[in-house]
């Protein structure tokens, strides 16, 4: 998928959400602009798809994905690594749900994937991808941010239990 491609979906969303979103796919952002918080010293580098880029919106851990899952989701349609990718097997993956709206996050949610190179998270954590990203690999819709503290009073650790080993 071209950035192109990716802006022409990003487009088909609200108003709101294609403004915060736009400019990603042109890459034009740099990486590492931390969110306030307590734990933005504590930021490390993730992946997620562009279509589940929300900023600054808590989510919380659900549970990591079995190792097999997590390289056949990093490698392309039908197999075969990306050039930005040498080795999937490195990354560890999780599923993420986004609290969103009030009553923390019990009236809507998004349930998606998020990928980081030894990155290392429980079940129950929380956490807010930051307010800067680029395209890392366009063929498999991925953006590259920086992951951060809730700052919102949740769990912070940033090492723990991962049972994708």
């Known amino acids: 998928m071209t950035e192109s491609d990716t802006q022409e979906h990003v487009e088909s969303e609200d108003r709101r959400s294609f403004m915060k979103k736009g400019a990603l796919a042109t890459g034009a952002l740099a990486l590492g602009l931390g969110s306030a918080g307590t734990a933005a010293a504590q930021n490390q580098n993730v992946l997620v798809y562009t279509y589940d880029y929300h900023p600054n919106v808590e989510f919380r851990?659900?549970?990591?994905?079995?190792?097999?899952?997590?390289?056949?989701l990093l490698q392309r349609p039908g197999g075969g690594n990306v050039p930005e990718i040498s080795q999937p097997d490195n990354y560890n993956g999780y599923i993420i749900r986004y609290l969103l709206g009030q009553n923390g996050g019990s009236d809507a949610q998004i349930t998606t994937f998020l990928f980081g190179d030894g990155l290392s998270l429980s079940q129950?954590?929380?956490?807010?991808?930051?307010?800067?990203?680029?395209?890392?690999?366009?063929?498999?819709?991925?953006?590259?941010?920086?992951?951060?503290?809730?700052?919102?009073?949740?769990?912070?650790?940033?090492?723990?239990?991962?049972?994708?080993?």
């Not at 851990?61 to 056949?72: G, M, P």
């Not at 063929?139 to 723990?160: A, P, Q, R, V, Y």
């Open 61 to 72: 851990v659900e549970n990591s994905l079995e190792k097999a899952t997590t390289v056949r």
């Open 124 to 165: 129950g954590d929380t956490r807010r991808l930051t307010g800067g990203a680029s395209v890392f690999s366009s063929t498999l819709n991925l953006l590259s941010t920086d992951i951060g503290g809730s700052g919102g009073g949740g769990t912070t650790t940033t090492s723990g239990g991962n049972s994708s080993s």
